[in-house]
């Protein structure tokens, strides 16, 4: 393979030769025979199907008929039996049987650049905060409508590049998110005023913000169902990307920051400090939009994303969707049995499939009427389920607003520990720095205590949420740096299990027909919570520059509470 790619190349199956085997020829392992679209009590079936002819030397093999019974079953469970859908299973075994490989783990590492970069940003901005009331004039509280701004454009990048991956399929969209990021985050670093730098941060959010719903929704299409649970791994990338803009800031802002008190800056007055003084944010942004650029280099250039196959399918393009699972399988060193014959025997000619092709405006009319009552109601359709799905927005709205109110403006609180006497630069951005670094094992921990006997997603995220709130609270005791030090690192390290949790947790609760709509309004409250946060810290702020950390805290221990009342664990039991 060279090392430049073609990222716009259109595949065939003749590029990858030696990887198909007839569907009578292949041989799969035992364990790799999932039912991952039935419903529980639906697994008795299996005994129903020929699929193991010869089951004695441990392998299966596949004919036309009980792959088309699978297929059967797993439309009977969910309630959708067109074409598409059943074509799209026939990719989902073909996928499982390929399984996990080189292909995959590098998608990985690329999505997850997706993650650490949506966190990176949104500490990058905390991280300025200071900086630009030195060299622009907005009062302390005034500035962090910076926060809000890029919030409004974090809202608008997850809702257009959402739709829009369905209508211009996923490979665009992925490479196309980093790229205005890291167009707009090295822009940033030659603002000349602070609606400049506050509109830019806008724009650089619509980019940065189709991440995690465009990453998210491509990486679960290459996965085989077995490693599905491999979708919770990537918030693992969220606490670093924390980390390297902490780290980043700490070489830059102590550095080339000019030394001008906060308390003499006004937004009336003169700067309090000229640009040539002040360097050391603009430093900071020019880095961190180098290391995005890097990042959608690596995506666009030195890996060859293959389209999502069920989106050239529901395009139309049924062998190009049959090319892109030859290429995984190229790529894993694996075989695969999936061919347009075996596709059109289970759904129907190529030509099923094009009726249903839908025009770009039903596209985006589809997309919308996942909030539709439609959608909606099935999630209220039993009284747990109800209760369920209540309590876990609410979870997302109230964390959604707690963790931006004290950790996007950490680093104002921790400059202004001590009000006569604030804390040297060099001491703030430090122990932001270390705080970062504790942070990390966190996501870590939580992949592992999830699936502990007696402990669970229910019990790990109400303790975790619980500790964060507390811990947030006790901040505010002592205004000396080593003790906020000390329970910063704390909140941060029981923040990131929380957080672990919380994305494993949610798409499990909701039934499969209804995960998307489920998790998808989960995070739209999200992003709105988030978007409210700077102005409830500029109003609550003024009154006491410490409300804003008690809005948080009790945040924090109203999702506990909800969290306490979850009628549902998943722990060791299939998703419907």
Partial sequence: MPFIVNPFKKQDVSDFTGVYTPLADFRRPSSTNDHGDTKPGELADEKKLDVSPNPSNGFSAYTIDALRAEIDLGSAASGHDTAYDRKSKVINKAITDIGMGRYQWSLFALCGFGWLADNMWLQGVALTLPSLTKEFGPSENQVRYTTCALFIGLCLGASFWGIASDVIGRRLAFNMTLFLAAVFGLGVGGGSSWIGVCGLYAALGVGVGGNLPVDGALFLEFLPFASSGLLTGLSVWWPIGQLIASLVAWGFLPNYECATGLESCNISA???????????????????????????????????????????????????????????????????????DVLNAIGGTAAAVEKEHLSTGEI???????????????????????????LIW???????????????????????SNSEQPTEPSIVYRNYAITSIVGVPGALLAYFTVNMKYIGRKGTIASSTLITGILVFCFTISSDPTFQLAFTCLEAFFQNIMYGVLYAYTPEVFPAPNRGTGTGIASMLNRIAGLCAPIVAVNAGQSDPKAPIYASGGLFLAAFVAMCLFPIETKGKQSL
């Fill in 270 to 340: 003169p700067p309090c400090c000229t640009r040539s003084q002040n360097q050391g944010w603009r430093y900071l942004n020019l880095t961190l939009g180098a290391m995005t650029f890097v990042m959608f280099t690596c995506r666009f250039f030195l890996f060859h994303l293959y389209e999502s196959p069920k989106f050239l399918l529901s395009q139309g393009r049924q062998p190009e969707a049959v090319a892109a699972v030859h290429g995984i399988a190229y790529k894993n060193r694996k075989q695969t049995w999936l061919s347009e």
């Fill in 364 to 390: 985006v009319k589809r997309n919308l009427g996942k909030f539709s009552t439609e959608r909606i109601g099935p999630l209220f359709a039993t009284k747990k389920l109800g209760l369920m799905t209540c």
């Fill in 394 to 416: 609410f979870c997302w709205t109230t964390i959604g607003m707690g963790y931006p109110l004290f950790n996007a403006f950490l680093p104002q609180y921790l400059s202004n």
